[in-house]
Structures are given as C-alpha cells and as structure tokens.
C-alpha cells in the first residue's frame, strides 16, 4: 500500500512519502539454537507434569484412573502446540538495526513489532544464562524509560554478534546524548 | 531572606528529634495496639502487668536513643564540585545515598499532621533513577526547605540546559529568579470545599463499597482471634442478612460518604499557583503535598470528566511524570474540580503552542464487532446452562433478560466504538475515549519511547493491527486500527522521534 495515496496527510508539511519505511527493512532471523532452547525447557516442565502424573496414576485408586488418562492427554495437546509455537516463534521473530533504531519483531500467535529509536535508549545489555553458554548464543537487552513495555530483549543472537551489536548501540546512544 | 549554606553536611531542624520520635511512637503503637486491646479486655493479674509495664518503658527508651542518634546521624548537604546532592543516614550502618543533579526530577514538599503542628516540611527529592526513587528530608523549616529546593531544581535545570542548549533564555531566567523567586503567582485557582463536595457526590461510589468491605474484612480477620468480639461481630451479620435490600442501601450511602470524605481529605485546600517557571499544585487535609511542576518534565497528560460533571464544569486533569517502574499510577498527579478556563491555562503552559489536529484516526468496525461478540460469551454460557436445566427459569423470562442485555451491550459498545479516537497534530497524540468518563490524553510526539504494532494471526488477512505508543508516563494503546492506514503515522512518527534533538525529559 502507498502511503501517499492516504488523503490524510497531505496536510503535513513532511513529504512523508519519502520517509524511510520499516515495514521494507529486511530483518535478521533469531538463531536455530534459541529454538532447541526453547525446546528444551518445554520438553523439561512437559517431563515434570509426565512424572507428576505417572505418580498420582500409580497412587490413585482405579476409578481415577479415567480423569488422569484425560488430564495426560490434555497436557501432551498442549505440549504438542507448545513445540509448534516455539517453532513458529523462532521462524517468525527477526530484528534489525538502521541508522536511527532498532527494530524488533516477535510472536506467532501474536505478532509484535516494536521499534525503539537510539535517541530514546536508556542502556543495552548482553545476557547469557546457562543454557546460552552450552548453545552458544546471548540475549540483547534494550531498555527505554518508557517501561517493561518497550523494552526489547532479543534472544538467539551469536555472542560475538551480540557484542558487535551492543557496542554499535552504545555508540550510537553515546552521539545523541 | 536569611542565606542558607547548604555546602556543608546539616542536620534537620531540632524539632525534627519530636517528629522521628513520635514517628517511631507511632509505628510502635501501630503494631501493639492489638496487644493493649488484648490487656484491656482480660482480666490480668499484677505480676504480669508490672511486666508489661516495664517492657513498655523499656521499648519507649530504645526508640528514644534509636531516635536521637538517627537524628544525629541524619545529615545532608551540596556537593557542588561532584554536582550532586548527598544525603548520609542510618543508625547502625551508615547509608551514603549520592544524587547526581541531571537525575533529579522534582522537589516537592510534603507534610503530615505532626509535621504541620510543629511547623516543619519535607522535602522529597524525586529522581528518575531505578533505584532510589526518593529521598526525603523530613524537617525542614519552610524558609530552610523553600531555600533548598530551589537551589536543587536551579542545580537540576542548570545541568538540563548544558545538555539543552536551545535554552538560551534561561540564564537571564535564572538571574531574575533569584532576586524575584517567590513573587506573585501569574494566575492562580483555588478549588473550593463546596466544589470538592460535589465532586465526591458525582464521583464513583462503588470504589468507597469496596474500600468498606475489605475494611469490614481485614477488621473481622484481626478480631477472629478474640472469641468474645468476633461473637460481637457476627451478630449485625445476621442482623443483616435479613434485610438484603436495606443493607444494599446502607452500603451505598455509606460509600456516598465515604467517597466524599475521602475526595475532601485528599484534595482538600487544593491551590494552583503559576509562576514564571512552575506551576505549584498544593492540596491534601491529612498529608498536605506541595508540588512545583514544570513543563518541561510533563510525559503525559489526561483530562477526565463524566457528563455529571461536565454539566457542573468540573474537570479532572491528571499528569504523568516519568517514572522508571511500572507502577505509572503512583507517578501520577491528580488536580480535581478545575473549571474549563482553568484546563486550558493549565495546558496552555505546559504545550505553548495551540493544539491544531491535522486529522483523526478511527478505529475499525471490527472492534465494534469484537467488543460485541466478547460480550455474548456469557449470555451464550449462561444460556446454555439454563437450557440444561430447562425447568429454573421460563423462556419467556430468558428471551427478555438476554434481549436486554443484548440492548446494552450494543448501545454501550457502540458508544465506546464511537468515542475511540486518535487525533493527531504536528507535535501531539491525542486520544479520545470513554462512554460515561471522558477521557483525553495528550502525548506530546517528541515524548513517544518506542512504538508497537501488534497482530493477532487471525487479523492478518484483514490487515489489522494494535498500536502501542510507549512514554514515559504510561503507554498508549490504541485498538484495532488498519495498517495500511497507520504504517505512514508511524513512519511519521519515528521520523519525528528521531530528527528530534530535543531532550524527552
């Protein structure tokens, strides 16, 4: 769609046509690995819930036996939707930088594009929990004054990208201030 | 004016000693009162009461001393060569709290009853900074206080205009504020009690229902252990129980007085006063606040009013500071009863320039839909757990409740529907919304954090998005709107943000 053909904005003494447009920007996809860690941790608290069952399963007393079958099936859907959301997840976010911001998009289920302009960035950080050391990947970590909601923390990037990126940030925060 | 130096490290006000030991009195007696109650209603023999006594005395000794070296120990000055604001205290560890004065936001002063009796304020250091996010000085006399929270926000608007260079007015500003600060006020609004009184009639009762029963609750849960007087307490309760109807009543006349007490405590003597380069909010019966607001800290701002009131020309104008947490409500200011004039005065300094709105952005007839169709999921349940048990309530009844509620829930979703806006202006968000209370929120651009678009997969074929607008002082959000529609709104906007050079805060 054409902004141009927007009636709207004619008033506006910006051509705003010509405006830069995000919506173009080629985004970056999140690592492959950040998928076998979100998989993990799925597969981890799907395991605890299995236990949890099998154990009230052999304590229980027969007639319950119908109620923890439906409850193992319910869970084991909802496991199954889980390891197709993050599949979905980690295909669908992506980010980038330009110039002026960053921008960063995330969900399947509900996609979320957020864009936070360097000028308005209160620090960056790079995260890596335990997991992220064995996998070999790192977290960015945006932060704005304008609350948890637009923050911005981006999963799954290589570690030397991760730095490569923080610094670029950092530098870019360090002109405008 | 005597001249005060704050450069060296001071204590507070002597009188400060009465205020820290009746604050300690008090807390004290905050969390024995439970214990004096158990003694004055058992029957207790000497020996246990000679002991009680003692350890009475005992405790009123220990927050003496703990009292007097606090106060001792308190002490605060200006660091002008560091360029900030230091603060020491503690009584066993020594606190040493440093503020840099680019962090500082506000100084404001506060006063509780005691504070009023003995004639001193406090004064509270807001930052923007995470952690601490305030420090208060809690006895000041008021010259003391006036004097050292100007030369704190003198100090705070010196290093904003190092970084802010496009204020080259503002030495001259500071010249002839120090030889005139404090002259007369610009304009100025005095809300009255009778005004207040009538704010609280036309206000929400149902909020004072609530603060009633949870009160009723927490005070049956602390007397539950005392058989005699939860005995005591439960009779009204059956008493009560007969007559639902009267007790419905009851409830909301006592929540109608409650709300009016509590609009009258908390906004009680509220006075506006401009002056050159703040505009002083002063209001509160138990705890008299002082608020010197400045137009260029405000991140966002709302005015309210119900038809009632608006019938009554009484507006409600609330103002976001930045915060650093979630909790945006707290960093709110709440300024009630103002006339329309008395609005736009107010937002007249705040935004110099007239508010011109180049066009509005509508939402879709989808969320009329989807606000329609969220609301027939009860009716639908409810339906089909009377037709199962079909013998509980008549068709007929059925069909003229749900067609009632039906009505409703149209008419109040499209009221809603209809009074959802965006406007937008060259330097200004400004949303409209509300069915029984009005609402605008006026978002200067410049002030805009981060922007969000949101999609749910199920509106990707529709080309539906939600828009988050992130300040400061509190998101944004405006539903369902078409992308085609906003994408070059938020071009504009991020175009905006970032060939910005001025300072959001």
Not at chain 2, 471 to 500: C, H, M, W
């Amino acid at each position: 769609m054409d902004p141009i053909s927007t009636p709207q904005f004619s008033n506006f003494e910006v051509d705003v046509a010509a405006l830069p447009r995000y919506e173009e920007v080629e985004l970056h996809p999140i690592s492959k690995k950040y998928l076998v860690k979100l998989q993990v941790g799925t597969t981890i608290s799907f395991l605890f819930f299995a236990v949890g069952l099998i154990v009230a399963y052999k304590l229980s007393s027969p007639e319950f036996h119908n109620y923890i079958i439906w409850a193992g099936l319910f869970i084991l859907l909802i496991f199954g939707w889980t390891i197709f959301n993050n599949l979905m997840y980690v295909k669908k976010s992506g980010y980038a930088l330009r110039e002026q911001d960053i921008i960063f998009k995330r969900g399947f289920l509900f996609e979320r594009i957020t864009v936070v302009p360097f000028n308005r960035i209160q620090h960056v950080s790079v995260e890596r929990s335990f997991l992220d050391k064995m996998l070999k990947i790192s977290t960015v970590k945006v932060f704005t004054a304008g609350g948890s909601g637009s923050d911005v923390s981006v999963p799954g990037i290589k570690p030397q990208t991760a730095i490569s990126v923080k610094e670029e940030i950092s530098g870019r925060i360090y002109n405008h201030a | 004016m005597p001249n005060y130096n704050f450069t060296e490290p001071q204590r507070q006000s002597g009188v400060g000693l009465v205020l820290i030991f009746a604050t300690s009195l008090y807390h004290i007696a905050r969390n024995l009162w439970v214990v004096v109650f158990y003694f004055a209603f058992k029957e207790v023999d000497q020996r246990t009461l000679l002991l009680a006594g003692a350890g009475f005395i005992l405790i009123l000794l220990i927050s003496l001393g703990y009292s007097i070296k606090y106060f001792l120990n308190f002490k605060f000055h200006i660091d002008e060569k560091n360029e900030e604001f230091v603060l020491q205290k503690g009584v066993f560890s020594t606190d040493v709290i440093n503020i840099p004065f680019q962090k500082i936001q506000q100084v404001n002063f506060r006063r509780n009853i005691l504070q009023r009796v003995i004639g001193v304020y406090s004064v509270v250091v807001e930052t923007a900074g995470s952690q601490d996010k305030e420090v208060e000085i809690k006895a000041l006399s008021e010259e003391r206080a006036n004097a050292l929270a100007d030369l704190l926000m003198a100090h705070a608007e010196e290093e904003r205009a190092v970084v802010q260079e496009e204020d080259t007015n503002l030495e001259v500003g500071e010249e002839n504020k120090s030889s005139t600060s404090k002259v007369l006020p610009e304009w100025e609004h005095k809300v009255s009690l009778l005004t207040l009184i009538k704010l609280g009639l036309t206000s929400n009762y149902l909020r004072g229902v609530g603060i009633i029963i949870a009160f009723y609750f927490t005070l049956r849960e602390q007397f539950m252990f005392n058989d005699e007087l939860s005995a005591q307490l439960q009779e009204p309760q059956v008493y009560w129980a007969q007559g639902k109807f009267m007790l419905i009543i009851f409830l909301l006349i006592v929540g109608m007085v409650f709300t009016v007490g509590e609009t009258v405590i908390k906004y009680f003597g509220l006075h506006l006063q401009k002056f050159r380069d703040t505009l002083q909010v002063e209001m509160g019966l138990r705890n008299n606040t002082k608020v010197n607001l400045r137009a260029s800290r405000i991140q966002l701002l709302q005015v309210l009013t119900n038809p009632i009131q608006k019938a009554m020309r009484l507006y409600q104008v609330k103002i976001s500071l930045a915060s650093s947490e979630n909790d945006l409500e707290k960093n709110q200011i709440k300024i009630v009863g103002l006339p329309p004039d008395v609005v736009s005065q107010v937002k007249e300094y705040f935004y110099k320039n007239r508010i011109q709105e180049e066009f509005t952005i509508l939402p879709s007839k989808f969320l009329l839909l989807k606000k329609i169709s969220r609301g027939l999921i009860p009716l639908l349940v409810v339906g089909g757990l009377l037709l199962y048990y079909v013998e509980m309530i008549t068709v007929y009844w059925f069909l003229s409740i749900s067609a009632a509620y039906l009505l409703l829930l149209v008419f109040y979703n499209f009221l809603y529907y209809r009074n959802l806006k965006l406007g937008v202006s060259k330097e200004f968000l400004i949303r409209y919304s509300g069915v029984w209370i009005k609402k605008e929120q006026y978002l200067e651009i410049f002030r805009l954090q981060a922007i969000s678009v949101s999609q749910p997969i199920w509106y990707k074929r529709r080309g539906l998005v939600y828009l988050t607008f992130h300040s400061a002082g509190g998101d944004i959000q405006f539903p369902i709107v078409r992308k085609d529609e906003i994408q070059a709104l938020k071009n504009y906007l991020l175009y905006k943000i970032e060939s910005t050079e001025k300072h959001w805060m």
